[in-house]
């Protein structure tokens, strides 16, 4: 059973965390609040060995629901801070290759929580990445998806699923080449529109803004792959919780120190 100390150190952590959160918001410049977030979801599995249940299960599917469970929240969080694009790694391409006693659960987890977003009428949902990779089922469900949520307003929520930024950034070059070769055009002419412009505007995220601020959970401080195209110019930020622990008051600590920061774009 837990000790008195830590029921006290909890009690006093319900009170004073949401006081923290509040001056915190209060005091965020919205002029400065990134328009376009990514967040790379680490950490479920870890955090399920970590936190066992009651019947001490410490299952990736565990972890993996309850870090499914969280995206609301982060969705709320966003909407309140004014972020207008939220790209969400839910999966890597690599991690298709785990054991299919993993990797099947997890892939169900993904379907239903992307149907749940969908269902919520609130944000438009785009999935993005190697969709061809991907179960037939479980692409006909991100499709259908897609179609019932375009153009609602709100966050726009591009949910990373089977998703590389190295493959992203070959399918972007292989789909201008096809464009151009469809167009009639020879392999010269082909190499001659290669540039940066229109890579950009071949790529899963064709149409939207860059992400002004990169989110990494779990300790972890690397991209690992995501977004490598359009984090050319991204803030990081990388937070020691967990995913399925992740607070808002992580996510407002992240907004303030985005906003605390002279952006130079490379320059």
């Given amino acids: 059973m837990p000790s008195r100390n830590n029921l006290l150190k ?36 870890r955090w399920s060995k970590a936190n066992p249940s009651e019947s001490g299960d410490t299952s990736s599917s565990r972890g993996h629901k309850a870090g499914a469970e969280k995206i609301v929240d982060l969705l709320d969080w966003c909407e309140e801070a004014h972020v207008g694009v939220l790209t969400i790694w839910l999966l890597s391409n690599q991690n298709l290759s785990r054991p299919a006693e993993e990797l099947e659960p997890l ?31 479980l692409q ?13 307003k709100g966050v726009v929520v591009n949910v990373a699923i089977g998703y590389g930024g190295r493959s992203e950034i070959a399918d972007a070059v292989k789909s201008l080449i096809v464009e151009g070769s469809k167009a009639g055009k020879s392999p010269d002419e082909i190499a001659k529109s290669v540039n940066v412009d229109e890579i950009s505007r071949h790529l899963y995220t064709a149409g939207l803004p860059d992400p002004d601020l990169v989110i990494r959970t779990s300790g972890e401080q690397r991209l690992g792959g995501f977004l490598l195209w359009q984090s050319a110019h991204s803030e990081f930020y990388f937070c020691e919780a967990y995913w399925p622990d992740f607070r808002k008051l992580d996510f407002l600590r992240a907004l303030r120190a985005y906003s605390q920061r002279h952006r130079r774009f490379g320059i």
């Fill in 107 to 137: 892939l169900a987890i993904i379907g239903s929580t992307v149907e749940d977003l969908a269902r919520r009428r609130r944000w438009e949902i785009r999935p993005v990445g190697s969709m061809e990779l991907l179960p037939k089922p």
């Fill in 140 to 152: 006909d469900r991100l499709l259908e998806v897609a179609e019932k949520t375009k153009g609602i």
């Fill in 10 to 45: 909890s009690a006093a952590k319900s009170v004073l965390y949401p006081l923290y959160e509040r001056r915190l918001l209060s005091r965020l410049d919205f002029s400065q609040t990134p328009h376009h977030v990514g967040v790379i979801l680490d950490g479920n599995r």
